[in-house]
């Protein structure tokens, strides 16, 4: 019998496809780059996706272990977001997770209750978006624009200082702000035992007194050392990074001691900002930095650098300006000699202190003086032929910007009195070198005269004596060309001096005397400077041959060469016959320092130069960058007791002029020079520093000594030539006398 079957057929199509279409929901969230977590209504994980466990780092048995509460860094949120759900069905938000590692990361999450059929809710479905990233990248432009805020105002505050803040103290406040950073230190840098020092520290209250005891010293004593090599560096890459406090000091604080104070500060790095001005280090700040807090922008840092290099520049520019206006009102105030301004329609603009005490006008009269009142009518016109040669040089193209002029002038003082003066003057020009006034420095030469007028007196009196000796006198060159003689030689030779100059001494002498007189130099001239009086011939310019006597010296220059010959030469024959008349050419070593620019000094009480002028290169073979700051050792043996006396004379508040003294200049050579100063007291009558003119006058103390050394040359022969002449009358009178007694004539005539 054929069997029945009976059943029922349902149609699944749906089921099936409600279930694939779930399996693949199941795939997607499992493959979702999001991290996913359901977990029951009580927040226990019971399931969680691939991302999920890369986020935290569990595996899968760990994170079904876990509860909510366990995945953040505050478990009284996890809470309060679970309330949340519950209550309200969602929430989202962001927070700070904590991975099983136990490092933080910032989350943005997304949870939502899940509900069954029935809508009754019966798990929580959390997505999560790791943001940390992010959140770095915000902080840092929230940084950023905190920075580049801070930045400008930076920029208007430097503005507003004045020069009485402290702008290193301010500067390295500002940094530590902008930076966000622990601790900032400012260090100045010091060129001379190329140190850096810490002058300013910015840090917590209360973590300085820690710091020092762990230092065993003050932080302001701490010298870090730059070697080449670091200050190439430094001045190439103004911002640099250093781990720890030993390599940041440069090795001035130990490693141990670096990691005591680090751990102190709670810093893990270090940035070093060098601040360079005009191409050189200027000081350095230093930043510790906390572990987590990002670094500050490059860009950021090389702004607040610019502007405070900027600023350190315009304060050492007022530095200086304040030094240097200091320093020359020193001297114009408190120089012995009268250092003026005029403007170019001559009138005058300024006159130092100096002027009242010289001249008897105040200053108001002084300044209210046309040139005319104040100079003779000779003086005024040599003053204006000087100015209008002066003005018409500024129209050449190749013009000596720093050309000088001096004069010798007569001025008038207050009670009509005129007195000589030495005046130097240079043009003042701006900023395109064109002149706008005059400056110049006058200096009392009364003395001065009053000495050349003696030595000049002196000199006419003894080149009298000399140029009327009765015997004659000659100077030849090495080559015995004959450069020099008196009217007594001419006479005796025949020749004018025109022709004996084109001649030498061997050509009008006969040829049998010039190995002889070779000889006579060799060995006894050249030797000992001198010869014994010995006997030659000379041949005059008619032909005839005439004997004499004569002495010969050695002429040596101002280094002690040789450089030629000079004698005194007596015609034997006709010796009483024979007239000096010829005078002596000008004398060629006098000479007083012109066009010559005097050294400026100021002296501190301790001696060491505070202040040279640009003069003493030429003067002493020194730059000024060479003295200031030092004792000058630059003083002849023989003077040092000299100058030491007037230095003490100084120092008790007595001012000096024209005290002449020799120095020794960097190369070596011997100057001599004329000294005036003024010393300069404090508002307590307490010495501050003493102010200085020194002037070369070398070549006329050459000239004063070979003036007095002739001098006394002639006053020797004199006496040698007047004994001669006395003995010559004795000798006749004695010849005469026996003529008488033989019944004979005399021979000469009486005497």
Known sequence: ??????????????????????????????????????????????????????????????????NAADLDSN???????????????????????????????????????????LGKPIAMLSTFIDITERKREEEALAQQNEALSQLSRFSIELSM???????????IKRIKEIAGAEVAMFSDYNSTNRTTTTKH?????????????????????IHSVITDEMYQQMTTEIIGFQKTL?????????????????????????????????????????????????????????????????????????EELRRSEEQYRLVTDNASDIIWTMDLNLRFT???????????????????????????????????????????????????????VTLELNEKRADGTIFPVEVRMCFLRDAQNNPVGILGITRDITERKATELSLA???????????????????????????????????????????????????????????????????????HGYSDLYEKEYRHKDGKIFPVELQTYAIRDNENQLCGFWAFIRDVTVRKQMELAQKESEEKYRSIVENTQDVIMLTSPDGRVSYMSPACVRVLGYNPDELVGKIPEIFYPDDIEKVHNALSSAMQGVSGSNLEYRICTKNGKTKWVSHSWSPILTENHELKCIASIVRDITESKIAEQLLRQKIEELEKYKSVTVNREVKMVDLKNEINELCKQLNQKPKYPSV
């Open 1 to 66: 019998n054929p069997i029945k079957v009976v059943g029922d057929v349902t149609d699944i199509t749906e089921r099936k496809n409600i279930e694939e279409h779930l399996r693949i929901k199941d795939r997607a969230i499992a493959s979702s780059f999001n991290a996913i977590a359901i977990s029951n209504l009580q927040g226990k994980l019971i399931y969680v996706n691939d991302a999920f466990l890369r986020m935290w780092g569990f595996t899968i048995q760990d994170a079904l272990n876990k």
């Open 75 to 117: 478990k009284n949120e996890i809470i309060h977001i679970i309330n949340d759900i519950k209550e309200k069905g969602f929430s989202h938000g962001e927070s700070v997770a904590i991975r099983k590692d136990q490092s933080l990361f910032n989350v943005q999450y997304s949870a939502s209750l899940v509900s069954n059929k």
């Open 161 to 171: 200082l004045s020069s009485e803040d402290n702008l290193e103290a301010f500067i």
């Open 201 to 221: 520290i910015e840090i917590e209250p209360g973590l300085l007194e820690k710091v020092v005891s762990l230092l065993g010293t003050q932080v302001t004593k």
């Open 246 to 318: 030993h390599e940041v000091s440069l090795g001035a604080i130990s490693r141990p001691v670096g990691a005591a104070i680090q751990a102190l500060l709670k810093v893990d790095r270090f940035i070093g900002l060098a601040y360079i001005i005009n191409g050189k280090l200027y000081g350095t700040s230093i930043l510790g930095m906390k572990k987590g807090q990002p670094d500050p922008p490059k860009q950021i840092l090389e702004n607040f650098i610019f502007m405070a290099a900027v600023s350190l520049r315009r304060k050492l520019a007022e």
């Open 350 to 404: 300024y006159f130092s202190p100096s002027n009242e005490k010289l001249t008897g006008y105040t200053k108001e009269k002084a300044l209210a003086l046309s040139l005319d009142e104040l100079l003779t009518p000779e003086s005024m016109e040599r003053a204006l032929q000087s100015f209008t040669a002066q003005m018409e040089l500024e129209n050449s193209v190749e013009k000596d910007l720093s050309r000088s």
């Open 457 to 527: 007196t002196s000199e006419r009196r003894y080149r009298s004596l000399y140029n009327n000796l009765r015997d004659g006198s000659a100077a030849v060159d090495l080559q015995g060309k004959i450069i020099e003689c008196n009217n007594a030689f001419e006479n005796m030779v025949g020749y004018s001096i025109e022709e004996l100059k084109s001649i030498t001494f061997e050509e009008i002498t006969p040829m049998k005397w010039h190995d002889f007189e070779k000889k006579i130099l060799e060995e006894q001239v050249i030797r």
